[in-house]
């Protein structure tokens, strides 16, 4: 049965990339966030196999939005996404319940890589 898989990015080009990725390997898109706010929303709403999170969003960052998505479902799976020189911010969203994290400019590779290790 094909994943269900959340995408949470404020810059809608990064959502369509992704979600690119992801369909043309079998994955379902369970919706997108354009911010914190919704991502946590929306995870309550379709309870998804994976969320793909930015750090950096509008109104609630990924790492706010990935405790209270933690805090609701202690299994959530979450993998971050973020730019360059944002080290500090990605060993918290580890520290945080991340189970791994993907770098920005995305490699198709390195997505696919990060979401089999994690839900297979």
Do not use: H, W
């Amino acid at each position: 049965m094909a994943k269900n898989i959340l995408i949470c990015d404020d810059a809608a080009f990064m959502r369509m990339m992704i979600k690119d990725i992801l369909t043309k390997n079998g994955y379902n898109i369970a919706g997108e966030a354009e911010n914190g706010v919704k991502a946590v929303e929306k995870y309550n709403e379709t309870k998804p196999d994976l969320v793909l999170m930015d750090i950096t969003m509008p109104e609630m960052d990924g790492i706010q939005a990935l405790k209270n998505i933690k805090a609701g479902d202690p299994n959530a799976c979450v993998i971050m996404c973020s730019a360059m020189g944002q080290q500090a911010m990605v060993i918290e969203a580890i520290q945080s319940g991340a189970k791994d994290f993907i770098v920005k400019p995305f490699q198709a590779e390195r997505v696919l890589e990060a979401v089999k290790k994690v839900v297979g």
